[in-house]
């Protein structure tokens, strides 16, 4: 059945010009259709891509990550320094 061949004559000069089976013709369809929703797909996910990058646009601009590990290592640093400072304190207190 898959076999039936449709001979198609494009000029008129009663000669085939193509010669299309069923498996070509259903192959070609499905093709067709694949490609379609392809395309459909691909076309919702720019409008989504779109909408996104317009409300980022609106957002507050990020600090770059040199800073934040500046003001991480600053932190630190402090920290260290209360320590010590505690650590003093502590030793004057329990009298060690």
Known sequence: MLNKKVDIDIDGDNKPDLQIDLKTIIMA?????????TYSTLKEEIAI??????????????QSHDL?????????????????????????????
């Open 29 to 37: 369809i499905g093709g067709i259709i694949s490609l379609v929703l």
């Open 49 to 62: 891509n779109a909408a996104e990058i317009e409300i980022a646009k609106q957002l507050p601009p990020t």
């Open 68 to 96: 934040i590990d500046q003001k991480i290592l600053f932190l630190e640093e402090h920290i260290k320094e209360q320590n010590v400072r505690l650590d003093k304190i502590e030793d004057k207190v329990y009298r060690r």
